[in-house]
Every structure is written in structure tokens, then in C-alpha cells.
């Protein structure tokens, strides 16, 4: 069973940096696709960030410039540089996994980030 690990999350003032952090453990496939969901308190799950295996990247309009994937898919590991936050980026971060053999993918439990105005 693939198992997804977040830790990073917190509270940070506006301006400020926060970097999110994942790990997926249970299998020894390699994930196609790591990204970063977020869902805000009465509102849908959205896409953040996404980090495909052949290295490319996508970003959502409102964090392009300002957020960064990394990571290593051949580690099954993810990260999420935060830069100028904004109250606005208040959620709940998840990291998803999706493998060749489980194109719905898997999710981490999901880590709080909040910024203060």
C-alpha cells in the first residue's frame, strides 16, 4: 500500500517562506506525476504545483512565480518552496502520487499552512 507522508505546514506571516516536504513509501514503482493539491476552508480541491517524471512542471496562475517544485521521482520525494505568501494561500496542502498502475493516484493526510495578514 503507497503511503504519502507531508510534514512542512505552519504559520507564517505574509511575506514569509514556508517549505512543504514529501515522501512515498510502500512501493518500489516510480510515480509519473508528484503534485501539490490544496483545499481551503468551503472550497475545492485545487492544483498547486505538479512535478512530471520527464522533469517537466505546471503551476496554478495564482502561484506562478512564486511557489517551486522540486523533487525526485526516481525517490519518490516532492517538495514545495513557498515564497511571498499570501493570506490567500491559507489551506490545507496535499501531496499526490500517481503511478502508471494507479492513474487515480494516492494522497497524503494533508498539512496545514496558514499566513497571517
Known amino acids: 500500500q503507497v503511503q504519502l507522508v507531508e510534514s512542512g505546514g505552519g504559520l507564517v506571516q505574509a511575506g514569509g517562506s514556508l517549505r512543504l516536504s514529501c515522501a512515498a513509501s510502500g512501493t518500489i514503482h516510480r510515480p509519473n506525476v508528484m503534485a501539490w493539491y490544496r483545499q481551503a476552508p468551503g472550497k475545492q480541491r485545487e492544483l498547486v504545483a505538479a512535478k512530471y517524471s520527464g522533469a517537466n512542471t505546471k503551476y496554478a496562475d495564482s502561484v506562478l512565480g512564486r511557489f517551486t517544485i522540486s523533487g525526485d521521482n526516481t525517490k519518490s520525494t516532492v517538495f514545495l518552496q513557498m515564497n511571498s505568501l499570501k493570506p490567500e494561500d491559507t489551506a490545507v496542502y496535499y501531496c499526490?502520487?500517481?503511478?502508471?498502475?494507479?492513474?487515480?493516484?494516492?494522497w497524503g493526510q494533508g498539512t496545514q499552512v496558514t499566513v497571517a495578514s
Open positions: 499526490k502520487a500517481v503511478y502508471s498502475w494507479a492513474p487515480e493516484g494516492y
